[in-house]
């Protein structure tokens, strides 16, 4: 199983990486993808970790756009409030009236206050370099994230660590009982987690943060969080 | 560009609690981003801080507790309560009991986002003594309304020494002498046309600038004045005058009028004494009953006398001085209407207080603690007339409010009504055999105080009882294994050592909790070194002279001491107020963070105490 775990989702990315070595992309995604990922033998407490939100009017990247993007820092285990970011994204589409019902974030709101798409993204990969990458349900935030990158640099994937905490609860739940809910604070709630108002980037990005120590914990206890159990656990 | 407030559910928690409620959300928000979210899992225990940094923590859920070096609980802490790592003289761990998620604060940084309200500032100190008192403070300046309400010149006192600047330390002192009352001289410089206020010199500044520098009493005043001192406004609130007493720390302030002319002077004293005029009234009146049903009638007179004081916040140790004297007239009152009514006295005798009726820290709560010393040769009819009489007396106090013993040390009961032979032998038995079943009846008697009767037959008891009780190492060691015999709860709010008291589920006994223990161990100190006082703080204060107990100690005890003392008065004053029955437990529900932080400091100090006496005193 060691084998197929060290042949599959790490030399991916590194295969990956050998490919793009080559060309030079503008910064901050050249810092991005020239930092070496993390050993997988490290515990993952060690490893400096972001963790990211999107709330966004739809699912497909293609059509779709991020409204929101919050995320905040963790290193040496804790969260680190000083590193918080939320921006909210000006767009040109307009949002659908069932997307406003749930984030509470209305087009005049948005047009504002808001940040140039381009100038959150870059904002984003900057604070990426060297970091574990968190989001719970990464599939969305990985799918935006990626669309961005490949209008803007032309690249089809984006060769970092992604952990997943909506995966690593599923992982989990194979050694505990099933658990049908999977959003995040039904998670939460089973980690006795305070219940945190929802659909805020940021604040889902610090739900998550904690929900992500919380099972550090529930899976290791005072062992080493050895980082190529939760990327097997987020791979699945 | 970011959202006016960045963390909406942080910044919403934090302004839940004490004493973060009392900032701006604006505060709120540079707080809140520099603060660090921790998970300790249970069984994991906080991680010793390597850096010099102070932090302050706020548990956000779970449950921790703390423990000192030797592995002893220090306290137990759940939800919303704020603990801090003080490296100086805090030196404990921190384990989590539940999976626990932990808010940091880098101590420094927070002081500096409260900067600008120093009410905050005090109430997140490290040292829980400092917490203690701010909070007694805190509650002072918030008194709602009475006293604290009216305007300063209703209150000002007008008696005041004014002395032009050329005087001499000598003269302005030798004025000061004269007017009675007064204990500050202001400085006005009348060589203007308009008399200002240049300075102030009180009886202290004399002892301490004059006196202890030896300074040239022919030397004007204007050498050792306070130059431009505190004022206040003639319409200004009392409040703010105490405010600015309570600010500045200092007792004396001067009053002016419009054209900042010195019109008057306010003082502590004078707030206390413009209160004890309502007592000083029903202390009168008491004294003009004729029967019984005109006493208590009186009853209810008394309790809104104690509604005032506890409203007002007065000082604990004076809201139980100025009950204390309007038990005492009750008593005394009672003991003449008896005597009218079963006839005249028949031999000598003495009224005694005991327990804390004769420490003078009476609440509304207090039951009676009293006896009957007879002369020697009392005849057993006269023992009879006593029996009746101590009856009548015991039950009128009753009947005004005074509830009788339940454990029967009162003047009706024959035991305790007995001729100055066998109390003599009392006093003799118990210090010679200090057993468990004589102790308590011993730790209520070791207080007296004589009300009423032949004094006479009080001081050759009371020499008895010094005489038995001085250096008295048995005696002194037996109340110590005593005092010990509960320790004050820990881990309060845990249910752990709350009492079940029937359909109102746990509660928090505070007289058993803190009150108690420090009565016990204030009296073995100054037994111990023979201290004849009776009050509580007057024992602690004498420990401190006798260097018993060092400054910071001392410090603890009383603050704990006065803010539990405090809190009892603030429930029973909120008891009044709901109406319901008055009660010495409180449910922990109603507290707030801080309130159950300041509790766990008083039970902490408290505990500390114990074991400081169990050391000295090896019991």
Request: glycine share 6%; aromatic share 8%.
């Amino acid at each position: 199983m060691l084998a197929w775990f060290k042949s599959t989702p790490l030399k991916q990315l590194e295969a990956q990486r050998d490919r793009i070595a080559t060309q030079v992309y503008p910064e901050p995604l050249q810092s991005l993808v020239s930092t070496p990922l993390a050993d997988t033998l490290t515990d993952a407490r060690l490893l400096d970790v972001i963790v990211l939100d999107f709330e966004t009017n739809g699912l497909n990247p293609q059509v779709h756009n991020v409204l929101s993007m919050g995320w905040v820092e963790i290193t040496n285990g804790i969260i680190n409030l000083g590193s918080a970011r939320h921006y909210l994204i000006r767009s040109e589409t307009a949002i659908t009236g069932d997307s406003a019902m749930i984030h509470h974030l209305l087009p005049e709101q948005l047009n504002k206050a808001g940040l140039d798409e381009h100038r959150a993204f870059s904002q984003l990969l900057k604070a990426m370099v060297g970091k574990i990458v968190i989001a719970h349900g990464s599939v969305i935030e990985k799918g935006f994230l990626e669309h961005y990158i490949n209008q803007h640099y032309h690249l089809s994937s984006l060769p970092i660590l992604w952990l997943d905490t909506l995966k690593i609860e599923q992982y989990r739940s194979q050694i505990r009982s099933t658990k049908p809910d999977w959003r995040l604070a039904s998670v939460r709630k089973c980690y006795h987690l305070p219940d945190y108002p929802a659909h805020h980037a940021l604040m889902d990005a610090i739900a998550t943060a904690e929900l992500y120590l919380a099972q550090l914990h529930g899976l290791f206890g005072s062992a080493p969080a050895k980082l190529e159990v939760l990327i097997k656990a987020s791979q699945r | 560009m970011m959202d006016s407030t960045l963390l909406p559910n942080i910044v919403a928690f934090l302004g839940a609690i004490e004493p973060f409620n009392q900032l701006p959300n604006a505060v709120l928000d540079s707080i809140a981003i520099n603060m660090e979210i921790q998970f300790l899992g249970k069984g994991e225990s906080l991680a010793p801080l390597l850096t010099q940094k102070q932090n302050l923590f706020i548990i956000r859920s779970g449950v921790i507790e703390q423990r000192l070096p030797d592995g002893s609980l220090r306290s137990r802490l759940g939800e919303k309560d704020i603990f801090g790592f003080s490296l100086e003289n805090e030196n404990y761990q921190a384990n989590a009991l539940e999976n626990s998620l932990i808010y940091r604060f880098d101590y420094a940084a927070l002081l500096h986002c409260v900067a600008d309200y120093p009410i905050v500032t005090e109430q997140l100190a490290l040292s829980a003594n400092r917490r203690l008192q701010s909070s007694v403070n805190v509650q002072w300046s918030e008194g709602e309304k009475g006293l604290f309400f009216k305007s300063v010149k209703e209150v000002a006192s007008t008696r005041i020494v004014q002395v032009p600047p050329s005087m001499t330390i000598q003269e302005v002192a030798r004025l000061m002498r004269h007017e009675t009352g007064c204990s500050c001289a202001v400085i006005v410089d009348n060589s203007s046309l308009n008399n200002t206020l240049v300075g102030m010199v009180t009886d202290k500044d004399m002892t301490k600038r004059v006196v202890a520098d030896a300074v040239d009493v022919t030397l004007p005043i204007t050498h050792v004045m306070t130059e431009h001192p505190w004022t206040v406004g003639n319409d200004e609130l009392v409040l703010s005058a105490v405010h600015v007493m309570m600010k500045h720390n200092i007792q004396n302030v001067p009053v002016l009028d419009a054209n900042k002319q010195v019109v008057g002077l306010i003082t502590p004293q004078l707030l206390v004494q413009k209160h004890s005029v309502q007592a000083v009234f029903l202390i009168e009146k008491i004294g003009r009953c004729q029967s019984l049903e005109e006493l208590t009638a009186l009853a209810l007179e008394r309790q809104a006398i104690f509604e005032a004081m506890a409203e007002a916040n007065l000082p604990s140790h004076l809201i139980g001085q100025v009950l204390t004297m309007i038990y005492d007239a009750f008593t005394q009152r009672l003991i003449y209407i008896a005597e009218k009514a079963l006839g005249p006295i028949p031999c000598r005798y003495v009224w005694l207080a005991a327990g804390s009726h004769a420490r003078s820290e009476i609440h509304l709560l207090s039951d009676q603690d009293n006896a009957l010393v007879l002369e020697n040769n009392a005849t057993d009819s006269d023992r009879v007339y006593f029996n009746h009489f101590a009856m009548y007396v015991c039950k009128g106090l009753a009947e005004c409010g005074y509830a009788l013993c339940t454990g029967r040390f009162m003047a009706a009961t024959p035991k305790w009504c007995q001729p100055l032979n066998v109390w003599l032998q009392y006093y003799r038995k118990w210090a010679n055999n200090p057993e468990y079943d004589m102790l308590l009846s011993l730790t209520v008697f070791l207080e007296i105080r004589p009300l009423a009767g032949d004094n006479t037959l009080f001081d050759i008891l009371e020499k008895q009882r010094v005489v038995q009780v001085k250096g008295n190492t048995r005696l002194i060691s037996a109340l110590v294994r005593n005092a010990l015999q509960t320790r004050p709860p820990l881990g309060i709010f845990n249910n752990l050592v709350l009492e079940k008291e029937g359909k109102n589920g746990k509660r928090l006994n505070i007289k058993k909790a803190a009150i108690g223990h420090l009565v016990d161990l204030a009296r073995i100190y100054a037994l111990h070194d023979g201290g004849e006082m009776l009050a509580t703080e007057a024992r602690l204060r004498f420990a401190l002279d006798h260097q018993s107990i060092n400054e910071s100690s001392y410090q603890d005890l009383s603050g704990t001491y006065q803010y539990m003392m405090q809190l009892r008065y603030s429930h029973h004053l909120r008891c009044l107020r709901s109406g319901k029955p008055l009660s010495n437990t409180l449910n922990p529900d109603h507290f707030g963070s801080f309130s159950r932080q300041h509790l766990k400091d008083a039970f902490r100090i408290v505990s500390g105490f114990q074991d400081a006496v169990k050391m000295k005193f090896g019991a």
